[in-house]
C-alpha cells in the first residue's frame, strides 16, 4: 500500500531560526495536504498542492510540491513560538483515502 | 456551525467491553472517516463512508465496525476493545470525498485497561 514518509520526527529550534519538514510518497500523488496540530488539539488544515512543481505561500509558511508529484516540503522562515505543533503531510493516489504521515513535531525556544 | 463533534471526549473500558465513538457533522459533508492517533505513528485510516449507507475500510480497520445511516451521523463502533485500541481517535468529514480539505472532531481518548 502507501506510504507517507516524513522527516525529521522531532525538531527543536530557537525562536527566529527557519524550519523545514520533508514528505516522501511511495507512490505518485494526485495532490498533497498540509495540516498543522496544536498541542492537545486536533489537525486543521493548511494547503493543498496539486500541480507538478507546484510552490504556495501563506505568510512565512512555503509548501512545495516536487516536480514527480511523490514529495513535498513546507518551510518556515523566522519561526516563532505561535508555530509550536506538529505538521503532518498526506498524500491522495486518486482515491478515498489520504494516507498521513508520521508527523513533523516543531518545538520553538523563545 | 458546530462542524464536526464527537463524544465521547475521554473513556476508559476494560478489556472485552464495548462501545460507541459518536461523530455528528452539520456541513452537509457526504465523506466521513475515522482516524487513529498513536505516537509517532501520524493518523491511521480505520474506516471512511462516501455517503449514507456507503462505507468502506482503510488501513487499520480490524476491530472496528462503522455504518452510515444519515449523512450526519458515522458511529464507530469497538466490539470487544483491547489493550492495543488505546488511542485518541479522530473523526473527519469533507465536501466530497477523501481527497478534498478534512475537518476533524476534537478527537476522543480512549484507554483500554
Known amino acids: 500500500g502507501q506510504q507517507v514518509m516524513q522527516i525529521p520526527q522531532y525538531q527543536h529550534v530557537q525562536e527566529g531560526e527557519d524550519f523545514t519538514t520533508y514528505c516522501n510518497s511511495s507512490?505518485?500523488?494526485?495532490?498533497i495536504q498540509w495540516y498543522k496540530q496544536r498541542p492537545g488539539g486536533h489537525p486543521v488544515f493548511l494547503i493543498q498542492?496539486?500541480?507538478?512543481?507546484e510552490v504556495k505561500k501563506q505568510k512565512r509558511l512555503t509548501f512545495q510540491f516536487g516536480e514527480a508529484k511523490k514529495n513535498s516540503s513546507l518551510h518556515i522562515t523566522a519561526t516563532q513560538t505561535t508555530d509550536v505543533g506538529t505538521y503532518f503531510c498526506?498524500?491522495?493516489?486518486?482515491?478515498?483515502?489520504?494516507?498521513f504521515g508520521g508527523g513533523t513535531r516543531l518545538m520553538v525556544k523563545p | 456551525n458546530a462542524g464536526v463533534t464527537q463524544t465521547p471526549k475521554f473513556q476508559v473500558l476494560k478489556t472485552g467491553q464495548s462501545m460507541t465513538l459518536q461523530c455528528a457533522q452539520d456541513?452537509?459533508?457526504?465523506?466521513m472517516s475515522w482516524y487513529r492517533q498513536d505516537p509517532g505513528m501520524g493518523l491511521r485510516l480505520i474506516h471512511y463512508?462516501?455517503?449514507?449507507?456507503?462505507?468502506d475500510q482503510g488501513e487499520v480497520p480490524n476491530g472496528y465496525n462503522v455504518s452510515r445511516s444519515t449523512t450526519e451521523d458515522f458511529p464507530l463502533r469497538l466490539l470487544s476493545a483491547a489493550p492495543s485500541q488505546t488511542s485518541v481517535y479522530f473523526c473527519?468529514?469533507?465536501?466530497?470525498?477523501?481527497?478534498?480539505?478534512?475537518?476533524f472532531g476534537e478527537g476522543s481518548r480512549l484507554t483500554v485497561l
Open positions: 498526506a498524500g491522495d493516489n486518486a482515491g478515498n483515502m489520504l494516507t
Open positions: 463512508s462516501v455517503g449514507a449507507g456507503i462505507t
Open positions: 507512490t505518485t500523488l494526485s495532490n
Open positions: 456541513m452537509n459533508h457526504e465523506y
Open positions: 498542492l496539486v500541480k507538478s512543481g
Open positions: 473527519a468529514s469533507s465536501y466530497s470525498s477523501g481527497t478534498g480539505e478534512l475537518f
